[in-house]
């Protein structure tokens, strides 16, 4: 079957602009992540959806960062008034339940100009 | 707080020896630990995952991680190494108090033929 999506691929904007970033996660996939990647580094989580519920948004950096997830499926990341330092990987991740093994997508690359 | 690391940014190791990537950790409690791997333009996957149980797990690709409460690492390891094997690969650990995953910084393994 289809793996997690991400869209778009590439995003590039200028400070201050407001972005979303959109995740497909596997069909019944009950949990999905968030996580941003910085060159060399390892993804950094960023908020956890259990169903349509952030469980866990702990890891947003500011009020910028908004993530939704309506209906327990697709899920979009929304950066508000962003800021050359959000330039970053975006990834999402899905599992069938939270503990089991993560798939991820194969990332949004967002940069700030 | 919850923290793994990854010692060596980079391993090298000539095709068909054996290869160790290493990862030690600290958690308060029993640890959830996994192995995910990126190879180039493609998402992170998941190798192998440690719950409880046998301290010899093996995953995808003929690998396999030996958990060490003692020492409190949990190396990966195949047996004879291959040139598909280059690839960046992280360790995880789930933070049992909260949803977030905590991810390595990333060892980049060579394999050369």
């Known amino acids: 079957g289809a793996g997690v999506s991400q869209t778009p691929s590439n995003k590039v904007t200028e400070k201050g602009k407001y972005v979303e970033l959109r995740c497909d996660p596997i069909?019944?996939?009950?949990?999905l992540y968030w996580y941003r990647q910085s060159l060399g580094q390892g993804p950094e989580f960023l908020i956890y959806?259990?169903?349509?519920?952030?469980?866990?948004d702990s890891g947003l950096p500011n009020d910028r960062f908004f993530a939704v997830r309506p209906e327990g499926s697709v899920s979009t990341l929304k950066i508000q008034r962003t800021e050359r330092g959000d330039s970053a990987m975006y990834l999402c991740?899905?599992?069938?339940?939270?503990?089991?093994?993560?798939?991820f997508g194969p990332g949004t690359r967002l940069t700030v100009t | 707080a919850q923290s793994v690391a990854q010692p060596e940014d980079q391993v090298n190791v000539a095709e068909g020896n054996p290869l160790t990537v290493k990862c030690t950790y600290s958690v308060s409690g029993n640890p959830y630990l996994f192995w995910y791997v990126q190879y180039p333009n493609r998402g992170l996957q998941f190798l192998l995952k440690y719950i409880t149980g046998d301290n010899l797990v093996k995953g995808s690709y003929g690998f396999e991680a030996e958990f060490n409460k003692s020492q409190t690492s949990f190396h990966l390891k195949k047996p004879s190494a291959l040139v598909s094997d280059s690839a960046l690969y992280f360790c995880a650990v789930r933070d049992l108090g909260t949803y977030k995953y905590i991810f390595g910084t990333g060892t980049r393994l060579k394999v050369l033929a």
């Open positions: 991740a899905s599992s069938l339940l939270h503990g089991d093994e993560q798939y």
């Open positions: 959806f259990q169903g349509t519920g952030a469980a866990d």
């Open positions: 069909s019944g996939h009950t949990a």
